[in-house]
DNA sequence: CCACTTTCGCAACGCTGTTGCCAAAGTGCA
DNA sequence: TGCACTTTGGCAACAGCGTTGCGAAAGTGG
């Protein structure tokens, strides 16, 4: 058990804390067990809690209206198990995806089920003012259909920026952005929470959430390329939300310039591969980033996406498994290589993953 | 607070689970306070718990004999708090560096001090009984000393390994460890627990534990390289205690072959390059693959150690640091590079990390 | 119909940190 | 020297957490 705060020190835990601790597991596993529900037994089997511990956890829910009774499973020769379930318009989030070009947004349930969806185009260049408003209006529109149960907005956008205050550091391509407080600027216009992350984070985040187990990373190519990570269920963003700097990873030295300054850096491989068409180079050149990765972190499984990978998934996905494997078998690693598959979600999985920066609190995942 | 267990995944926490965790909290603070001591309205304004909790915690504390008054500070106008302090006698552990030609032990007490030490030659190549038998004998020799206090013995040594069951997977030019249980061989004979772990994860875990705050990299160059990684004052080993595999990061692809199969791994060049007496080179590469490392994590700061290091610490120490600089400029950084520092403790750091092994649960330190 | 199994809630309990209160032990001014 | 004041820290009562003991409810199977 690790009590920490914000700054990562390791903090003491009352019996509040310890609480709030236990129903938010037991919350977490009522979502992983979806529309099926789970029993009590279960749950206390897979929190290590006793069964009159589980059982005065999930009254307490009950009455909060966050769970209710789903119907129950077939008797094993005795009293026949009560199946609990999330109440999934408990509560809402709005998910905002604030892409260069294109504004992508959610609303989702408890239950992480989209239940609205807006798309607009969008110039990141316009302006604070002009980008702000459309984030408000889109966001409204969306809230409205939450009603009362609406936690907050969750924001992901790309670049470097504060992720425990909200602030941009700046937003590549876009100077005007250096430093603007985006968090407490779309809490002051809309009421209601509002969390900032980078797109990656979010989207890894999302895919936690979604089901995938353990430690992993995210790859996101699109017209840059980065990472999110997930290590041990949790979203790892660094003490400076700088995590995941995966493009500007040095894979050949004294290579090709990149515009960062650096020279050999993937995304500019990456990149000038996909610029001449080769995209098993371009995949093999990610691969390379994606193995030097893995084997820094020891993770589990790696999942890419991001617009050009969703262009061509095929010819990526077996490029990058292609290196892992190959890198794997050299290393005589004995479980094998680690699986590549390509993300879940398609375009949408950053605005889903933004729409959990206000859930996964409720989950008892991270400060998030 | 996160609760986990063994596997990672998350768990329920109960009333002595968050005694525990407090009363870890508590010994922890009051090691870091060292000889001078901590007062009680300190340690509560840290840990966040009422004074009066802290009150009950350390006087459980002192009834186990792990605490102690040790005077008190001077008056700011009322009664003058008193100070605890660590009994550092409480508790002892032996550390073992299990090096390919050399074995290093140190007994150490609850305060990290070393109380004893022994040096031996080695042979890894020996096969296990030998091997068993000198760790045993010298391992023995220091826990006398330790009498009933003595809480286990940590092991370390370089390769691939299990950290949960304390078998080896395989030890770098010496096949005949593959699959050996070390673990349990050595608590079988010396009757008291035993923790295996890599040199690298033990080293990081001395350093947390010596003081180095929040995430870092502990980069081991020796006869091979390595690395251990600190995240958030936890070592991070991966699910299968493959995580600090750096040494075979690829910085340049289809560079010169690494005798683990692939090509351009930053400990091929790096070796090759002190082989030439090019410390500036190997030292430049160390960099390249450091910034990688702390672009991917947000780490703080960066330790480098091992033999190869320690017999020229200025040059590694430099070009380390200039490559950083380098990148982190380019990119804008705001903060500026993460710092490099040689990592204190000299050749003893593994030992000292090892025996740490034992001690980090008692401070609520990780599974370790 | 009855014995048995299994689930699950009620009640009492032990233990946690918290709150209210007061004694102890200083300072500082008259 | 005496007294008011500040600050520390223990004692006692308390609220709230998960746990234990036990029994009612709700099935199966002979």
Same sequence: chains 1, 2.
């Avoid at 890198?327 to 699986?339: C, H, I, T």
Wanted: charged share 20%.
């Amino acid at each position: 058990m690790n009590g920490t705060n914000g700054s990562g020190r390791t903090a003491g835990v009352n019996l509040p804390d310890l609480r709030n601790h236990n129903a938010a597991l037991v919350l977490d596993l009522l979502r992983a067990a979806g529309r099926d529900g789970i029993s009590r037994l279960e749950l206390a089997d897979r929190t290590g809690l006793t069964p009159q511990a589980v059982s005065k956890i999930t009254a307490r829910l009950r009455e909060e209206g966050f769970a209710a009774e789903a119907g129950q499973r077939a008797s094993t020769g005795g009293k026949p198990r009560t199946l609990l379930r999330l109440v999934p318009d408990a509560g809402h989030a709005v998910g905002v995806h604030l892409d260069r070009d294109e504004l992508r947004a959610v609303l989702t349930d408890l239950d992480a089920s989209v239940v609205g969806e807006r798309r607009v185009p969008l110039d990141l260049g316009a302006g604070a003012e002009a980008v702000l408003e459309t984030v408000v209006r889109e966001a409204e529109e969306l809230g409205h259909a939450a009603g009362g149960s609406l936690l907050g907005v969750g924001v992901a956008l790309p670049g470097p920026l504060d992720h425990v205050h909200g602030v941009l550091h700046r937003v590549t391509g876009f100077p005007e952005w250096d430093g603007f407080p985006l968090r407490d600027a779309l809490a002051d216009r809309l009421g209601v929470p509002v969390v900032v992350d980078k797109d990656t984070n979010a989207a890894a985040l999302g895919l936690a959430v979604g089901g995938e187990r353990g430690s992993f990373a995210y790859l996101h190519l699109g017209t840059g390329l980065g990472a999110g990570l997930v290590i041990g269920g949790t979203v790892h963003r660094g003490a400076r939300t700088g995590a995941g700097e995966f493009g500007h990873q040095v894979i050949q030295m004294d290579g090709l310039h990149c515009w960062c300054g650096n020279r050999g850096c993937v995304e500019a491989l990456c990149l000038a591969a996909i610029g001449k068409g080769d995209v098993s180079e371009a995949a093999r050149v990610l691969g390379e980033g994606a193995a030097n990765l893995v084997g820094l972190l020891d993770i589990d499984l790696v999942l890419l996406g991001g617009r050009t990978v969703t262009a061509a998934p095929g010819p990526f996905v077996r490029g990058v498994t292609s290196v892992l494997a190959d890198r794997a078998r050299r290393e005589g690693s004995p479980e094998g290589a680690v699986p590549v598959r390509l993300a879940p979600g398609g375009d949408r999985v950053v605005a889903d993953g933004a729409a959990q920066l206000l859930l996964a609190p409720v989950f008892g995942r991270g400060d998030g």
